[in-house]
């Protein structure tokens, strides 16, 4: 697919993203690797987490910042209901109506700009100590 047709929003970059899920009853974490693509109102991807490799597609809207997509694993599919903003994307996941939790995924650059202005941001903080301790 040729870049200049995929989704151009800040919030929605194609590309590498990562995050987790949680199961309702658990505040245990379940990381997830993901490989997203957005274009035209359109999500499809696929990733791995710690139940199997997975496919993935639904819809969005920028209008309403709300998303919708069907993660596809070989045994089963989850739906998964969330809202886009600056964090990534979070809502809710269902398997059937007895299984449900929480998830929130973020691009995975996103992470390492927030590490890599931390660490901009602590050189500077000691060359200064530096500066002042002689």
Known sequence: MKKEN?????FLPSGEWEGFYRY??????HE????LSFKKGKVFGSGTDDINYFSWKGNYSLETFKISMIKTY????????GDIDENGIW?????HENCRGGF???????QSNKNSEALKEEITKSKKLKKING
């Open 74 to 81: 070989p045994s089963h599919t989850v739906n998964y209901q």
């Open 6 to 10: 995929l989704e151009t929003h800040q």
């Open 104 to 110: 929130h995924i973020w691009p995975k650059k996103q």
């Open 91 to 95: 809502g809710i996941w269902t398997i």
């Open 24 to 29: 309702s009853n658990s505040q245990g974490k």
């Open 32 to 35: 997830m690797s993901i490989e």
